[in-house]
Each structure stands twice: as structure tokens, then as C-alpha cells.
């Protein structure tokens, strides 16, 4: 199983980036896909999940409205599009994988998740 996160940048306050994650080695209608956010000295902290085979997606209050999560019709990477990035968004952006479906009371927990990318480095600053 391999996930591969990209898409980070440097970008300014107000602008928008969107952050590809690409699956090999399980399938997505199988597998629960997560973007986690974690700052310097910082825990990891959830963002969105999503499960192809459904519509369940869920997301942060703090990026409800502006980041958006959605699977490819190839059904081989799972985009997180982050718009109105602020400087609190900065951070090192990953994603994660877990064969179940998403459970509203506990995918946000990163001990949910099985198998994680790299991470891609965002940056929002002036």
C-alpha cells in the first residue's frame, strides 16, 4: 500500500491550492481516504475524509466552506482543494487510509488510520 501526497506550495492569504493524493495497493471503494494537517510543533489534526463507493464526506469546522475533498473518476487519487487559505493553514499536509467508512464520531482520530503518505508542505504567507 502506498499513498503519495503532493501539490504543496507557497501561496498568499486568500489564495488557492488544491493537494493530490495518489493510491496504490488497496482499493478506494474499499478504503476511507483522510487529509490530516500537522504545524511545527504541533500534533497531526484532521482536515476531511471521504469513501468513493459513498457519498459520506467529512470535514472540519474550521474548513468547512472552503476546502473541498473529492475522489477521481479513475478512482486512483483523492483531491483535497483548499480555497481563502489563511496563514494558519500552514503546515505539512497528509493523507491516510483506513479500510472502514467513515464514522462521524471518530474519523478525526489519527489511530483510525492504517497507512499515510509523506506529506506535502503548505505555505500561506504575505
Known amino acids: 500500500v502506498q499513498l503519495q501526497a503532493s501539490g504543496g506550495g507557497l501561496v498568499r492569504p486568500g489564495e488557492s491550492l488544491r493537494l493530490s493524493c495518489v493510491v496504490s495497493?488497496?482499493?478506494?471503494?474499499?478504503?476511507?481516504i483522510a487529509w490530516f494537517y500537522q504545524a511545527p510543533g504541533r500534533e497531526r489534526v484532521a482536515v476531511s475524509v471521504i469513501r468513493s463507493d459513498s457519498t459520506t464526506a467529512y470535514y472540519t469546522d474550521r474548513v468547512k466552506g472552503r476546502f473541498t475533498i473529492a475522489v477521481d473518476n479513475a478512482k486512483t487519487s483523492v483531491y483535497l482543494t483548499m480555497n481563502d487559505l489563511k496563514p494558519d493553514d500552514t503546515a505539512v499536509y497528509y493523507c491516510?487510509?483506513?479500510?472502514?467508512?467513515?464514522?462521524?464520531?471518530?474519523?478525526?482520530?489519527?489511530?483510525?488510520?492504517?497507512?499515510w503518505g509523506q506529506g506535502t508542505q503548505v505555505t500561506v504567507s504575505s
Open positions: 491516510a487510509a483506513d479500510p472502514r467508512p467513515p464514522n462521524r464520531f471518530t474519523w478525526f482520530f489519527t489511530s483510525q488510520y492504517q497507512n
Open positions: 495497493g488497496l482499493s478506494l471503494d474499499d478504503h476511507s
